[in-house]
């Protein structure tokens, strides 16, 4: 590797380091200070981590580096059919537990209480 491209790959992954840093800071100190709230913090932090993955897959994953990067997004859109996969049917169990299972603390002891009774 030639010295130039040392310090040109040198300087793109220090510069995705603290891009990566800034937007991390970022998300902390807009959630930690309470600088927003509600949906516009969920919407925020959304969009801050779409722009650090997209810093992650430019500058460390070398993503559209290839010249023909048809694999990699084939992997990539298999990783976010997964991803919406595992997300969706988990809120669907969380939300059909919560509704089955919506009880009070006391009616939950009470019904634990009968189940105990009855034994193994």
């Known amino acids: 590797m030639s010295e130039s491209a040392y310090k040109k790959a040198l300087y793109r992954y220090c510069g995705g380091f603290i891009a990566a840093l800034v937007l991390v800071y970022a998300m ?48 990539i859109i298999y ?14 169990i969380m939300a059909n537990l919560n509704y089955n299972m919506h009880m009070t603390p006391e009616q939950m002891e009470q019904y634990m209480l009968e189940q105990n009774k009855k034994g193994f």
Request: proline share 3%; charged share 5%.
């Open 28 to 75: 902390y100190f807009t959630t930690v200070n309470g600088w927003l709230s509600g949906a516009p913090l969920a919407a925020l932090l959304l969009g801050l981590a779409l722009v650090q993955f997209g810093v992650q897959m430019v500058v460390f994953l070398h993503v559209f580096d290839e010249a023909k990067p048809r694999w990699t997004l084939w992997s």
């Open 79 to 92: 990783s976010f059919v997964m991803l919406l996969i595992i997300v969706l049917a988990s809120l669907w």
